[in-house]
């Protein structure tokens, strides 16, 4: 089997584009920025998918709503584990 290198998770987009919108890769420098996105996609399942059309395209749009619901909750667990984790430091 040829492995290949468009295979991805696509939570992972969803990810990034729900970070941007809410400006927060403003507000973390890159090092907290990387522990906070794999807070986040450790709470969600993995989606691997070759194309991300195909996904956009077969998705329906109840699963495409629990998916972005899920992603949003998943953020705002980790932005609540950052804050607590700032308090803890000295």
Known sequence: MKL??????YYEKLVVD????R????VYDDDVMAD????????????YI???V??????PQSER????AAVEKAIDVAVAEVAKKKKLQP
């Not at 290949?4 to 998770?9: C, F, K, L, P």
């Not at 400006?23 to 403003?26: E, N, R, S």
């Not at 906070?36 to 989606?47: D, E, I, K």
């Not at 195909?54 to 998705?59: A, G, K, R, T």
Request: net charge negative; aromatic share 10%; proline share 3%.
């Open 4 to 9: 290949h290198d468009d295979i991805h998770n």
């Open 18 to 21: 729900h970070i941007v919108s």
């Open 23 to 26: 400006k927060l890769d403003a």
């Open 36 to 47: 906070f996105c794999c807070t986040v996609l450790n709470q969600l399942p993995a989606r």
């Open 50 to 52: 070759r194309y991300d």
């Open 54 to 59: 195909d996904m956009e395209f077969y998705l």
């Open 65 to 68: 709503v629990e998916m972005e």
